[in-house]
């Protein structure tokens, strides 16, 4: 069993930076695929980026690729997701997605555990 917890949403100004940290509970956590999903208001939740188990391999959104960086401290149990210049269009609330299995993916039903989800808010 896995729980994830985010934190480090707030409204920031176009062009500014959050990081995004999700704590990440359960001894097999270093074994997981992590991911970073976001949702806004009417849309489907949609994938950002994600990282594998042993942090080698990272894949990101289009819309994100280069202002977006994940990372993950084993040590700390926790998954990262570094944003900068962002933009209106990146408000939503961003969910941290773990995949048992180790591989990850841009599918949502790859992950089976779920963070609560932490507001973003890019004004103009």
């Known amino acids: 069993q896995v729980q994830l917890v985010e934190s480090g949403g707030g409204l920031v100004q176009a062009g500014g930076s959050l990081r995004l940290s999700c704590a990440a509970s359960?001894?097999?956590?270093?074994?997981?695929?992590m991911g970073w999903f976001r949702q806004a208001p009417g849309k489907e939740r949609e994938f950002v980026a994600r990282?594998?188990?042993?942090?080698?391999?990272?894949y990101y959104a289009d819309s994100v690729k280069g202002r977006f960086t994940i990372s993950r401290d084993i040590g700390k149990n926790t998954v990262y997701l570094q944003m900068n210049s962002l933009k209106p269009e990146d408000t939503a609330i961003y969910y941290c997605?773990?995949?048992?299995?180790?591989?990850?993916?841009?599918?949502?039903?790859?992950?089976?555990?779920w963070g609560q989800g932490t507001q973003v808010t890019v004004s103009s």
């Open positions: 990282i594998t188990w042993s942090g080698g391999s990272t």
């Open positions: 997605a773990a995949d048992s299995l180790g591989l990850g993916g841009t599918r949502k039903d790859r992950y089976n555990y």
């Open positions: 359960g001894r097999t956590f270093s074994r997981y695929a």
